[in-house]
């Protein structure tokens, strides 16, 4: 069974930053896409950044210049650098890998991670 663990949120002021990590455990062969999204309260979950197993990357207009996705795929780990960070990223920030191939031979879909809670004060 295939689990995202994430880690590295927590509290700081406007302008800091922070590391977020989500490594994925399991009997894992390959990761496809691998994804950071956030959901701040009252508001719907959305994707902040994005990147493929060959290091392509897409990133929301909001963050754009101020966030940056990596991975590293021998540890099968996601990473979301935060710099400059301002009141309204404050949310819960959740890892997703959209499709896991796993040993024996299986696949696992849009599986997520438990979140991780950052909070940008003003």
């Known amino acids: 069974q295939v689990q995202l663990v994430e880690s590295g949120g927590g509290l700081v002021q406007a302008g800091g930053s922070l590391r977020l990590s989500c490594a994925a455990s399991g009997s894992i062969f390959s990761i496809n896409a691998m994804n950071w999204y956030r959901q701040a309260p009252g508001k719907q979950r959305e994707l902040v950044a994005a990147i493929t197993s060959g290091g392509s990357t897409n990133y929301a207009d909001s963050v754009k210049g101020r966030f940056t996705i990596s991975r590293d795929n021998a540890k099968n780990t996601v990473y979301l650098q935060m710099n400059n960070l301002k009141p309204e990223d404050t949310a819960v920030y959740y890892c997703?890998?959209?499709?896991?191939?796993?040993?024996?031979?299986?696949?696992?879909?849009?599986?997520w991670g438990q979140g991780t809670q950052v909070t940008v004060s003003s």
């Open positions: 997703n890998a959209d499709k896991v191939v796993t040993r024996p031979l299986a696949y696992s879909f849009n599986v």
